[in-house]
């Protein structure tokens, strides 16, 4: 008969997947604890960036990333995962339990998993190639499987768009707290895991949509066109702690399809730690009906664009508490 809950090896490889998340700042701002009840996840707040992210929300939409990578990383193993997402009243920081039985993956889940280790930030100019509206539709499915939804910005409304992105860009550049953490978690001087150099191109031009800005950036963008990147929103109906753990998990499986689909990505999100502008990109791109919780940019990579390399992450053993 089949255990009902992995055995300590099991856990580690899907840990080993966990810790492959995207997360804001690569701050990887997660723990996990091994329990008789189930794999229990907690937000690690030491890791918050109070600057850049002042009411938690990319904090725990990156540790919903990372349950989503979890729960593949075990449905690899033939582990089938049903959560309690904030199960403890009592404990902010727990944030989901994660119960498992014995079943075979599905295909969706395989070409997802599969897009763990190959899936990059890519903050380049993509092509501008347009993106088969099937492919489109692929990612909306995934996003609503965990209650979240898909809004494609259309050319016409992109500088309702660009104004929060401008807004919020000129804010930060004079903002000594934001430049500080930034300086902190990106760049050669970063003193915490964050957002290498080599990860990083140049600011935009003006004119171009802004996106956001790291510390001594040196990835070279071979682009010679104009960003060819469709915008992408990811919205939800509610805002409250659940809701932002789902959105993790909806924007991971948005990030993972779109990578097995050949497109590259690059989540955005500078506005949105932000009330006023967050307000507006909810306004003038959701019209009130959703919260924003990310923005995304999809599209193909230039051909002659370099791979890139891959952003560092912590040991398993860093971030499991045994
Ligand atoms: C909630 C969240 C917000 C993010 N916001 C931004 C952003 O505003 N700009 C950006 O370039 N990357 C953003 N990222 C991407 C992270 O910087 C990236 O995931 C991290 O550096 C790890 O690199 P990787 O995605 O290549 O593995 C965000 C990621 C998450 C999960």
Redesign the pocket.
Known sequence: MHSAIPDREATDIALGYAV???????TQPWRWRPAPTGLQLFADTSRQLPAT?PFQ???I??CG?ALHHLRLGLATLNWSTSVDYCPDPADPAHLATVHTTRQRPTDAQIEQAAAILL?????RRYLSRPIPARHIRSLAGRVSDFGAAVRQVPDPMLPRLAGPMRHAATLHSGDQEYQAEIARWSGPGRTCD??PSR??PAPRQAGEIP??S?AEPTLLDPADHPDGAQWLVVGTPRDDRRAQLRA?EA?SAL?LTATSLGLAT?????P?GMLESRQEIRTQLLHDCAYP???VRVGWSAGHAAP?P??P?RPVREVVEV
């Open positions: 492959r998340a995207p997360s804001v700042h690569n992210d929300r990319a904090l939409i990156s990333a899936r990059r930030t890519d903050r964050g957002v990860n990083a996106v956001r790291f993790g924007i990030l690059s989540l955005q999100t500078e949105l919780q990310a923005m890139l891959e952003t992450r």
